[in-house]
């Protein structure tokens, strides 16, 4: 157990919806990321969030969002969604925002269907 | 992107040492190779990471050439639990944290 929380664990829904997974980081952990696995993409770095700042941004589409609120868990918005959204959706949390001993521990992850 | 390379695929026998290799020919001065390990469809896992020295923790040894153009990830006594995928990771020692996941090399150890 990472001590990463993700909910919910799957997530079926329809095209053109929208849906919001959240994530709650390591007790003491400042920084939370966003990754998205797909068949097609592998594992790809979607967002990371430090403090409740923006710090970075991977491959993230316009019709996705994130925020992190003031009690550091964040949640991942997607809207608009199409077919290909169809992923594995993972956080991860580190302690600080980059530098040598700040490993990543991921959580379990949302498996999202769109149908 | 990545700048690693991996194999594929690999096998190991049930209580053997798995060696796992790693290419990171255009790896930087300022640059760390991280381990991580996939169980299906689970979050990815650190298992460990290290700059030019050979590094040693309870899930694994890494051994980094001289040139630290390339690396190998030991697993000294591989079980049955370990079947995972395994991704080598170039990440700086500061700036951007993001992590830059390859596609790894699939381990499945045999009993």
């Known amino acids: 157990d990472s001590g990463v929380t993700q909910t919910p664990k799957h997530l079926i829904t329809a095209t053109g919806q929208r849906v919001t997974l959240r994530c709650s980081p390591r007790s003491g952990d400042l920084s939370v990321y966003w990754y998205q696995q797909s068949l097609d993409q592998g594992l790809q770095f979607l967002i990371q969030?430090?403090?409740?700042?923006?710090?970075a941004k991977g491959n993230i589409l316009e019709r996705f969002s994130a925020q992190q609120f003031p009690d550091l868990h964040s949640e991942l918005n997607l809207s608009s969604l199409e077919l290909g959204d169809s992923a594995l959706y993972f956080c991860?949390?580190?302690?600080?925002?980059?530098?040598?001993?700040?490993?990543?521990?991921f959580g379990p992850g949302t498996r999202l269907t769109v149908l | 992107d990545a700048k690693t390379t991996q194999p594929p695929s690999m096998d190991c026998a049930e209580g053997r040492a798995a060696n796992l290799p790693c290419n990171h020919s255009t790896i930087s001065g300022n640059e760390y190779v991280y381990w991580y390990r996939q169980i299906h469809s689970q979050g990815p896992q650190y298992i460990i990471h290290?700059?030019?020295n050979n590094e040693t923790n309870e899930m694994a040894s890494l051994i980094i050439t001289e040139d630290r153009k390339s690396s190998t990830l030991i697993l000294p006594h591989a079980t049955l639990r370990d079947t995972a995928v395994y991704y080598c990771?170039?990440?700086?020692?500061?700036?951007?944290?993001?992590?830059?996941f390859g596609t790894g090399t699939r381990l499945t150890v045999i009993p």
């Open positions: 290290g700059l030019k």
């Open positions: 969030y430090y403090n409740g700042e923006e710090r």
């Open positions: 990771i170039v990440r700086p020692q500061t700036g951007a944290n993001n992590l830059f």
């Open positions: 991860a949390s580190s302690i600080g925002v980059g530098g040598l001993y700040n490993e990543q521990f």
